[in-house]
C-alpha cells in the first residue's frame, strides 16, 4: 500500500510493516550514459526517469530511459549509501522533486527522521553533497525546485515550536538554498491562517514566480485540516495568496504541455487508513495561469463516476487530458483506480483497477506517482505498487494506448513508489 508520507515516518513504516517487504538492498549498479541523443523532443526534454522503490524502511533508486525502461536498477540505495563515506545514509523515508531539476542531477529528499537533500551525478552514481535542512528540528522537507545555476527553493512541512535556537528554524517554510556550496542562505515565511500551520508541500515555476501549495494541518495531530491554497513567491518574498476554495489536502501542482493551464488534485482530509470523510473537500482544480495570480476555471469531483475522490497528484498528459488515481481506504470496499481525466467533457475513464488483498478487501492506495512526458517521447508512467512494475501508456491523438509493463528490478522486490526526472 502507498501511504499518506507527510505524516511522522514511524506512523508511516508501522503502518507498511504489514506488507511483509523487508529485502537487503544490493551495491550500486553505478551511473548511466549521459547524452542528448536520448532526448526526444530536443535539449529541453529531460534526459530519463527517477524511479524510487521503497518498503519505507529501504530504499532503492534506479534510473531509466524517458519511456520507463531500466537503465541502472541499483543507481543508489540504502545499502550502498550506508557503507559509503556519506555523512547521511538513504533512509526508508526519500522524496522525489516535482519537477525536473534543470542542473539534471539526481535530487534526493530524505524527510522525517533526516532532513536532508542529496545531490547525485547521474553518469557515475557518485553523491556531489548533501545538505541537512531539519536545522534543529524536523522538517520533513517535501519538494526541491531549481531557481537556476546556483539556487533553488527546499519546502519543508514540519513546525518547530521551539524556533529562534538556530539559524532557519523558523519551521513550515521555504528554505533558499546554495546548490553550490550547499548551504542554506534565507527562509521564506509562509502565511499562517486560522492558526493552522501553512505546511508548505509541492512547487511549481511560472515565469519568474515559484507557486507553493499550502496544505494546513494541525500539529501534533493532524486532525484539523484547512482549505489549501497557493502562494506566490518572487524575489524571494510572498507577492500574494489563493485559496482553493472549500477543498483539502491538495497535492503537487502539474502544469499543461503549453504552460498556460495548471492542474491541482485536493484528495480532502485523510483518516489513518486512508478513508476521506468529507468528499466535498476533494476534486480536481483547474487554473488558468496565463496570468497571476492564478485564475480558477473549472472543477471536478471524480468521485461520482468513479465510486472514490481522487488522490493527490495529477499529470498532463495532453492540454486537455489528465492522468490521475483515485484516493482509496486501507481494507475498505472500493479499489485503487487509475484514471483519464477529460477536461473538455469532464468524463472519467478507468485504466486500471488494483486487485483486493486476501481477505478480499481493499489494499489502499497503492498506485504512486504519475508522469507524462508529452513532446518528450510521449509516454506517461505509472508507479504500481500493487505489482511491483512501472505501468506505460503512449500518448495519441486519442487519449493513452497502453504499453508493456516494465519491471524495474529484481534484485530486492521493492515496489516502484515515487517517480521523478534528471
Known sequence: MV??????FALVALSFAACNVSPTAPPSTGGVAMSDAGRDGGASCDRGAVVLLSDYLSTQIALSAPDGT???PAFLSSASTKASSLAFALSGDVALPNITPASGRVVLLDRYGTNVVT???PSSAKVLGQLPVGTGFESNPQDYLELDATRAYVTRWGVNHAAGSAPFDAGSDV???DTRTPSI???IAMPIEEGLPPRPAGMVRVRDTTMVVLQRESDPDFTTVGESAIAGIANDAIAWEV???GLKGCGRPALSPSGAIMALACEGQLASDGAVS????????????????PKPTQRFTVSDQLGSPTQERVAFASETLLLGKTQSPLGGTTDNHAFTLDLTTGKATVLLTAGKDAQGKGKGAVYGDVVCR???GNVCLLADADVGRLRRWTVSADGLRALSDVTVETMTGLPPMSLGGY
Do not use: E, K, Q, Y
Request: with cysteine.
Open 185 to 187: 542562505t534565507g527562509s
Open 374 to 376: 508529452t513532446g518528450c
Open 119 to 121: 545531490w547525485a551525478d
Open 3 to 8: 501511504v499518506n508520507t507527510r505524516v511522522p
Open 243 to 245: 485559496h482553493v476554495t
Open 175 to 177: 528554505l533558499i538554498v
Open 70 to 72: 531500466t537503465l541502472s
Open 278 to 293: 468529507d468528499l466535498s473537500a476533494s476534486a480536481i482544480a483547474i487554473f488558468d495561469v496565463t496570468t497571476l495570480p
